[in-house]
């Protein structure tokens, strides 16, 4: 594992702050799908001690980020743990949910004539702009639920908040290629203009294929790795 993480400070909940930079390092693709993970190694790129890793990494195979890594040649036992590869069934599933989120979001939106602030596309296109995944990936969470809350409808962004995190990897997996970057902020900027418009339906209709359109390409993108051979990045021990 050569990607650098984020070091962090000490502070009262570290298992939590832990949990949130490996989610972010899986996210981004720092920790790829399938790489095999040790406590000691996060625990000496994090500079924190081996026990907030430990709890961290259990929440994490809880929620379904990390699973155990199987050993070559040994069915049945394990050394260590992997980061969990894509599925393009369960991305599918993820997407058909907030694809429903935001479509109704977006109609409810226009209904209200709701003007969006500018500068959302516009960190999102310098994120771009930088090639920074973890920006980008903000930003689009940014976007998406200061729409939610511009529907007037608190239980839409209830409702999201619930599978954010898979959210998160998914568009993560997706904006690991360059050909879906720059189209993202190009349709906000068009659902934008359509809520402000107050045009429900258009911007309904823009919000479904947004959402239809990245399922797609990252279903694409996904079943190609799903079949290939788990990446053996670092030292498992």
């Known amino acids: 594992m050569t990607a650098q993480l984020l070091q962090l400070e000490t502070a009262p909940d570290l298992v939590d702050q832990v949990y949130r930079a490996l989610l972010d390092a899986i996210s981004a693709g720092a920790l ?4 095999r993970i040790t406590q000691e190694e996060l625990a000496e790129r994090l500079a924190v001690s081996r026990q907030p890793v430990m709890q961290a990494l259990r929440l994490l195979k809880r929620d379904g980020f990390v699973q155990d890594a199987p050993l070559a040649g040994n069915a049945g036992r394990c050394r ?9 069934a369960w991305i599918a599933q993820v997407y058909e949910v907030r694809g429903a989120l935001d479509t109704l979001a977006a109609r409810l ?3 209200r004539r ?3 602030d500018p500068a959302l596309i516009e960190q999102g296109r310098q994120a771009v702009e930088a090639g920074d995944i973890k920006a980008m990936i903000d930003a689009d969470l940014a976007f998406h639920r200061a729409l939610y809350q511009a529907s007037a409808n608190p239980l839409i962004e209830q ?3 619930l599978h954010w995190h898979h959210i998160r990897r998914a568009m993560g997996e997706a904006l690991q290629h360059d050909g879906l970057r720059d189209p993202v902020w190009d349709e906000h900027t068009a659902i934008a203009q359509a809520v402000a418009q107050g045009d429900a339906e258009h911007a309904e209709a823009l919000m479904r294929e947004h959402s239809l359109q990245a399922s797609l390409y990252l279903g694409a993108q996904a079943a190609p790795a799903a079949s290939a051979p788990s990446p053996d990045n670092s030292v498992v021990r």
Do not use: F, I, K, N
Not at 32 to 35: L, S, T
Not at 80 to 88: F, K
């Open 32 to 35: 790829a799908p399938g790489q």
């Open 80 to 88: 260590g743990l992997q980061v969990t590869p894509l599925d393009p």
């Open 109 to 111: 939106a226009a209904e």
């Open 114 to 116: 709701a003007h969006l």
């Open 159 to 161: 409702s999201a908040l």
